[in-house]
């Protein structure tokens, strides 16, 4: 019993630091958005195409992207977030 707790209490903790990786966006113009993406090791884009994908069923063209990084300056991993302006078609 005693382990099955601290295996419970080990999984809790890794998922409250692991948590979703979702975007936000912000609506310019009328079928213009501006996507802010989250902090991700790698800079992935994928939680933006999905946004973008949801917000634009007819697809989307994206007009400007930027890449900032995040994190501490000592040499750890950093994590990148993308934002994207998009204009669905």
Known sequence: ???FLIAL?????GL?????LQSSA??????TYKI???GVPGGAEAP???LALRICPGGYRVLESTRSKEGCADGCDASISTN????CL
Not at 9 to 13: G, I, K, R, T
Not at 16 to 20: E, S
Not at 84 to 87: D, E, K, S
């Open 9 to 13: 209490l080990l999984m809790s903790a």
């Open 48 to 50: 933006n195409r999905r």
């Open 26 to 31: 912000i609506k310019v113009d009328d079928r």
């Open 1 to 3: 019993m005693r382990r």
């Open 36 to 38: 802010e993406g989250p």
């Open 16 to 20: 409250a630091c692991c948590g979703p």
């Open 84 to 87: 994207w302006v998009i204009r």
